[in-house]
């Protein structure tokens, strides 16, 4: 890899040694770098003249196209904190998010175009240029926090995750993460444009277009890769072109990961992150592909431990800290610099295995219950697209309720499924109740919205 300091550094320095390369391909054009590069000087020059400042945040609500990408880099350049934010949200989340920021502007960028706010002349640009994305969380589990990722953290994890996956000039990689999604922005698309790669940028998920594009890695979430092998052995089709295909973003169940190996023909390799890490913590390393659905090793100069089976992290990747929350960043960071996860973990075979997330264990009767276990394996089920379980407290234990999402062509009844897992779970571990839903709750990541299911569990 490069040596490059911060994320302004990295498009100039491939439009110098390699212009007419590739950087962003989209539906309408491809970008050459030295074009991007010229984008991007357009874009800084636009919000200075806008009376946007240094230290000014300025939201960007956008889908994955090239005009975001050259507004994310210019905020880089003049050292505004930018607010990059899924298009998808809500009005009713984006304006929370923009209450909560103070946002000096809000910018919307589509590949159908780009609308600019007028100046909010009540924003206070704040002291420093150190933040080069200001990633506010799902809001899963209660209302967003504002997480400050540095150039630090950003370039540390892009280089290390970049080097794991063995990025290089050559490479064409699919960009349908978002890029409002820290994953999206610092694995897919930092991580590429730091290598030099060509970033394929898609708006919305596709599986007809997904496996017709002319890519050579792919990054994606479980129900991608699930969508993607239900279409691939559908059409009796495989992708050409593809050396490395890599789950991230949720858990990967073995259902999953054995359908999309036997559909897309090569090894589905797996990883962990969270936000608030910048987001990769480890990668299973492509000279050693897993059988199972561990999610690796820790990235060179990531440190971990186990407390209570809780893992703890300390990273150049681990935030700033909350924005404006300086007693919830205590809570998470401790004097040593060891973030909570709050993800229960183990480490064998030469691998680091998530068991489930510390606060969503579920007790019944006495027993630790853990939601992934089950949900693994209600997803084995042919008539099961995804699952999501959690737990409700009731008579001094908590049961269990399995929400489903079926297969598209199949009709799974409760009792059914009930039996199904009964023949792989212990008792105690064996959902309660099982409800089956038209739709999943997802966020604009791909996560499935537990907080939501919480809500649909009171009645």
């Not at 960009?175 to 409002?180: D, E, F, G």
């Not at 973990?345 to 489930?356: K, P, T």
Request: net charge neutral.
């Amino acid at each position: 890899m490069t040596v490059m300091d911060f994320i302004s550094d990295i498009v100039p320095y491939w439009a110098e040694r390699t212009p007419d390369r590739i950087a962003l391909r989209e539906a309408s054009r491809n970008w050459t770098y030295r074009e991007l590069n010229a984008a991007i000087s357009d874009a800084a020059a636009q919000l200075t003249a806008s009376g946007v400042r240094s230290g000014d945040r300025v939201m960007l609500v956008c889908e994955n196209c090239a005009a975001a990408v050259a507004l994310y880099f210019a905020c880089t350049v003049i050292g505004v904190w930018p607010i990059v934010v899924n298009a998808r949200m809500t009005d009713r989340e984006i304006e929370e998010i923009h209450a909560h920021s103070g946002a000096r502007m809000v910018i919307h960028a589509k590949p159908s175009g780009v609308a600019f706010s007028t100046v909010n002349e009540d924003c206070e640009p704040e002291a420093g240029r150190d933040i080069a994305a200001l990633i506010y969380t799902s809001g899963t589990t209660g209302k967003p926090k504002g997480v400050m990722l540095t150039h630090a953290n950003l370039m540390f994890v892009a280089r290390a995750s970049g080097e794991a996956r063995a990025l290089s000039p050559d490479d064409r990689v699919y960009a349908v993460l978002p890029v409002s999604h820290i994953l999206g922005l610092t694995g897919v698309l930092l991580g590429s444009l730091l290598a030099g790669a060509c970033v394929h940028l898609a708006s919305r998920f596709d599986p007809a277009a997904a496996l017709s594009a002319d890519i050579s890695v792919m990054i994606g979430t479980p129900t991608m890769y699930a969508m993607l092998a239900e279409y691939a052995q559908r059409k009796g089709t495989k992708p050409r072109g593809l050396r490395l295909i890599s789950s991230a973003g949720a858990p990967l169940d073995a259902a999953t990961k054995a359908a999309a190996e036997a559909a897309l023909g090569q090894t589905l390799h797996n990883g962990y992150g969270i936000t608030e890490c910048g987001p990769t913590i480890t990668l299973t390393p492509l000279a050693a592909p897993r059988g199972d659905c561990g999610i690796g090793r820790l990235l060179p100069g990531v440190e971990a431990k186990l407390v209570a089976d809780e893992l703890y992290v300390r990273s150049p990747g681990v935030m700033k800290g909350y924005y404006k929350s300086p007693e919830e960043t205590a809570a998470a960071i401790d004097a040593e610099g060891w973030y909570r996860t709050g993800d229960l973990a183990r480490f064998e075979n030469d691998s680091w295995f998530i068991s489930g997330r510390a606060k969503e264990m579920i007790i019944r009767f006495g027993f630790n219950v853990y939601p992934a276990e089950i949900e693994g394996v209600l997803n084995a089920h042919p008539s099961v697209a995804r699952s999501a379980v959690i737990g409700r407290v009731k008579d001094g234990t908590e049961d269990i309720l399995a929400f489903i999402h079926a297969a598209p062509g199949t009709a799974p009844t409760s009792a059914e499924l009930a039996a199904y897992a009964a023949a792989q779970l212990a008792p105690y571990k064996r959902p309660t109740e099982i409800r089956l839903l038209a739709e999943m709750p997802m966020s604009p990541a791909g996560k499935i919205l537990k907080s939501e299911l919480r809500a649909l569990a009171a009645i």
